[in-house]
């Protein structure tokens, strides 16, 4: 069984910042990616930011220049680093995960979501 947490979701005004953190637990074997995503209400999800172990980020053109995705390898984690914020940045946030177990090849994981409330 695999969990991911996530934690660090909030409210914070225009032009903040806020640190997502999100730590996958389990019978791991090994962690192909790790990204976030976001709904807001009434649209659909979106990739916000992804990073494959061993690769170089990507990310959303609405994002890009404002968020920093970043892992730590050894504590199977993955960050958001977000700044400049903005009322459109309203959402829930998800972490996920393609991850490899000792049951199951690389399937996607998702975490149950943290809330992010930027205020004008």
């Known amino acids: 069984q695999v969990q991911l947490v996530e934690s660090g979701g909030g409210l914070v005004q225009a032009g903040g910042s806020l640190r997502l953190s999100c730590a996958a637990s389990?019978?791991?074997?090994?962690?192909?990616?790790m990204g976030w995503s976001r709904q807001a209400p009434g649209k659909q999800r979106e990739l916000v930011a992804a990073m494959p172990s061993g690769s170089t980020p990507n990310y959303s053109d609405s994002v890009k220049g404002r968020f920093t995705i970043s892992r730590d390898y050894n504590k199977n984690t993955v960050y958001l680093q977000m700044s400049s914020l903005k009322p459109e940045d309203t959402a829930v946030y998800y972490c996920?995960?393609?991850?490899?177990?000792?049951?199951?090849?690389?399937?996607?994981?998702w975490g149950q979501g943290t809330q992010v409330t930027v205020s004008s």
């Open positions: 389990g019978s791991i074997l090994s962690i192909a990616s």
């Open positions: 996920n995960a393609v991850i490899k177990t000792e049951r199951r090849g690389p399937a996607d994981y």
